[in-house]
């Protein structure tokens, strides 16, 4: 599976974003796609993830600012990001697989928040 996102940058506080992914490869190991990020210093952690039937999770900080969607027909992933905060600063990465943890994982795309 080959993941590529993009759509990063910078944007101020408040403004919004949207990334997208690209994958290609077995639709069975692109059952489960999602968004991690890295901040500075941090460990990884999950953003959010989406399943082929539709259902999701988003982790506490995203809920009621981010939204995670997915277009199968053009094996797309794409998070949209809204209500920006500089702690959402972060290199931003896509990853699928057959079932989470995520087994695959593309390079990220940074996004960087300014106050």
């Known amino acids: 599976v080959q993941l590529q996102a993009f759509g990063g940058g910078l944007v101020q506080a408040g403004g919004s974003l949207r990334l997208s992914c690209a994958a290609s490869?077995?639709?069975?190991?692109?059952?489960?796609m999602g968004w991690h990020r890295q901040a500075p210093g941090k460990q990884r952690e999950l953003v959010a993830r989406?399943?082929?039937?539709?259902?999701?999770y988003s982790a506490d900080f995203a809920k009621g600012r981010f939204t995670i969607a997915r277009d199968d027909a053009l094996n797309m992933v794409y998070l949209q990001m809204d209500s920006l905060k500089p702690e959402d600063t972060a290199v931003y990465y896509c990853?699928?697989?057959?079932?989470?943890?995520?087994?695959?994982w593309g390079r990220g795309t940074l996004v960087t928040v300014s106050s």
């Open positions: 990853a699928s697989g057959s079932s989470y943890p995520h087994e695959y």
């Open positions: 490869g077995s639709s069975f190991d692109i059952y489960v």
């Open positions: 989406i399943a082929r039937s539709g259902a999701t």
